[in-house]
């Protein structure tokens, strides 16, 4: 089981849109529509963001949204604010366990 | 609201066995999946693996061997314990609910975590 691939870092001024993309195999993004991505704050918990690639628990704003093409998953988060600055991390199911990415540093200008 | 609280020492002495408590409230522990997950200082996530209710275990293959997770539906706990640790093993370990009662949809109920360092 390899962890997926992500950006260690992107960065966005509040109110633009950024995309944070999640590469990985057939094993885990490309064979399964089960990923899901976590809003991680310093000292926090993981909190579930997206999951089955593109639908929001609830509670979640409509400003996240995620899709994916073959191997890689993405997620994008429009009108920033200054509160989305925090660690991303993208997630699949796999028929072990789940994998994680490395995690994302979102910066908000 | 369902909360998750871990509880277990906060210093393992290298070689011995890591045990965590994952205590449930606010909800029945039947019906769901329950995880462990850690994440090293300053790294990355990484699942240790889940429980059905049932008792029904899946493992993160690269820690299968020193593994062992188990349920007490009437205490409405879950358990984790890791043999043979080493400094490698220093992290915080969260545990964590299957979202809508499955394996695949990863976890959206977690516990604070609680850290653990392995160290003489």
């Known amino acids: 089981q390899s962890a997926l691939t992500q950006p260690a870092t992107v960065s966005g001024s509040p109110g633009q849109s950024i995309t944070i993309s999640c590469s990985g195999t057939s094993s885990d993004v490309g064979g399964y529509n089960y990923v899901s991505w976590y809003q991680q704050h310093p000292g926090k918990a993981p909190k579930l963001m997206i999951y089955d690639v593109s639908n929001r628990p609830s509670g979640v704003s409509n400003r996240f949204s995620g899709s994916k093409s073959g191997d890689t998953a993405s997620l994008t988060i429009s009108g920033l604010q200054a509160e989305d600055e925090a660690d991303y991390y993208c997630s699949s199911y796999t028929s072990s366990t789940w994998v994680f990415g490395g995690g994302t540093k979102l910066t908000v200008l | 609201q369902v909360q998750l609280q871990e509880s277990g020492p906060g210093l393992v002495k290298p070689s011995e066995t890591l045990s965590l408590t994952c205590t449930v409230s606010?909800?029945?522990?039947?019906?769901?999946?329950w995880s462990w997950i850690r994440q090293p200082p300053g790294k990355g996530l990484e699942c240790i693996g889940y429980?059905?209710?049932?008792?029904?275990?899946t493992y993160n293959p690269s820690l299968k061997s020193r593994v062992t997770m188990s349920v007490d539906t009437s205490k409405n706990q879950f358990s984790l314990k890791l043999s043979s640790v080493t400094a490698a093993d220093t992290a915080v370990y969260f545990c964590?609910?299957?979202?809508?009662?499955?394996?695949?949809?990863?976890?959206?109920?977690w516990g604070q975590g609680t850290m653990i360092t392995v160290s003489s």
């Open positions: 606010g909800d029945s522990i039947t019906h769901y999946y």
């Open positions: 429980i059905f209710y049932s008792g029904s275990t």
């Open positions: 964590a609910r299957g979202y809508s009662g499955r394996k695949s949809a990863g976890a959206d109920i």
